[in-house]
Structure formats: structure tokens, C-alpha cells
């Protein structure tokens, strides 16, 4: 029998707000905004832009019902428009990802992920928070059927603790990061943008980068 060891990817974390002060004035005399549909995981969640002349200098975001409103300044181009509303939603999931799931908690959401992405093959026997991990986002050892997620992940996006779940999840599968563990891990739709979430972390931190890509 094949002996297993332990995987993991690297780490570290920064807290977050949701209020910012861009370098952008507003002049206009309107109130405008629109309706789009953005990707969440789950469900779908309508964001609605909120432009306003008495706003200068600050943008800010928040749940409203089933939708989510971001304020901006109304002299704001749309190409800073897409950037920060990129920006607040995230800072706006990290925010509310600070609510900590429990040891308990996080297992449930492993498995509904191994359910709705690996067709539930994906058997985790225990999976929690550690603290001893600084340069890891997770581990997993297959031989014990066990996952360890870093405390650092707490604050930062859903997808992108779910990225690491299911990283973790895909090596009770499959061993190594090799095609057929890519593979698995291309049925969840914010991979690439959860990794560059990641490194994007890293390198903030001067850490050396993530490893695991798929040239790697």
C-alpha cells in the first residue's frame, strides 16, 4: 500500500475594511445606478452601483435584502467603477467571513463541497482550524483522512476558503499536484481567481510564492 504524506499550500493573512477613500472628486448632480448579476457561490447576489455627487472621496459597500449596494463617487470613470466594485466585494466577504466557523462548521462545508464538486468521493474523517501553520493555507493527510486549515484564512473571502477546502479535499483523491489533481479542481469556477487571490497575498508579504501551479 502507498504511503501518503502531507499536503498543503502556503500562506499568510491581513485584515480588511470596506471603506476606502480613492483619489476621485464628484462634481455631478445626479444620482444614478444600475443592476448586474455577479458570481457567488452560494447563491447569486444582484450588486447595485450607487453613484452620488454629495460622495467625493470615499467608497463604501453593504448587504441590502438579497442585493449588494456600493457607493461611489459620481465623477468616477467605469473603469475605476469595475475595479472597485471588484474591491468591495471582496473586502465586503471578508468582512463577513470574520464570523469564524467552528471546527464542526467547517466539516459540514467540506462536505457539501466534496458533494457538489467531487460527487461526494471526497471523505474527510476530521477537518479544523490550526494555529501552527504561518506559511501554509492548508494541509491535508490522506492516510488519516485529515485536513488543517491555518487560522490565517479567517477574514479573507468565502471562494477563497472554499478554494482551500477543496484543494485539500482533491488530495484524499488524488496524491501530488499532477494533471488528474488540476483536473478535479476545475469544477470549482473561482480556482484561478482564488489563487490569485492568494498570491497576491504573498506577495504583498514577501513571502516566497505559492506553490502547486499547474507548471509546477
Known amino acids: 500500500m502507498e504511503k501518503r504524506g502531507a499536503f498543503g499550500i502556503r500562506s499568510r493573512i491581513r485584515s480588511e475594511s470596506i ?28 450588486v447595485e452601483v450607487r453613484r452620488s455627487a454629495r460622495r467625493r472621496r470615499t467608497v463604501s459597500a453593504y448587504r441590502e435584502g438579497d442585493r ?8 468616477m470613470s467605469e ?37 457538489q464538486y467531487f460527487d461526494a468521493r471526497a471523505r474527510p474523517r476530521s477537518v479544523r482550524w490550526v494555529t501552527n501553520q504561518n506559511t501554509r493555507w492548508g ?3 490522506p492516510a488519516e483522512g485529515s485536513i488543517r486549515l491555518s487560522h490565517r484564512l ?15 479535499l482533491a488530495h484524499l483523491l ?24 492568494l498570491e497576491g497575498v504573498v506577495a504583498a508579504e514577501r513571502l516566497p510564492k505559492v506553490p502547486a501551479s499547474r507548471e509546477e
Open 19 to 46: 471603506m476606502f477613500e480613492p483619489r476621485t472628486r464628484g462634481t455631478s448632480t445626479t444620482t444614478t445606478g444600475y443592476l448586474r448579476r455577479v458570481s457567488a457561490d452560494p447563491p447569486q447576489r444582484a
Open 68 to 75: 449588494t449596494v456600493v457607493l461611489i463617487p459620481a465623477r
Open 174 to 197: 488524488v496524491p501530488g499536484h499532477g494533471p488528474r489533481f488540476w483536473e478535479l479542481l476545475e469544477a470549482y469556477p473561482k480556482t484561478e481567481r482564488a489563487r490569485g487571490y
Open 139 to 141: 494541509s491535508c493527510t
Open 79 to 115: 473603469a475605476e467603477e469595475r475595479r472597485w466594485v471588484g474591491v468591495m466585494l471582496d473586502k465586503l466577504a471578508a468582512q463577513e467571513s470574520k464570523r469564524t466557523l467552528g471546527d464542526a462548521e467547517l466539516t459540514e462545508r467540506a462536505e457539501r463541497l466534496s458533494e
Open 154 to 168: 479567517q477574514g479573507m473571502p468565502e471562494y477563497v476558503v472554499d478554494y482551500v477546502l477543496l484543494h485539500e
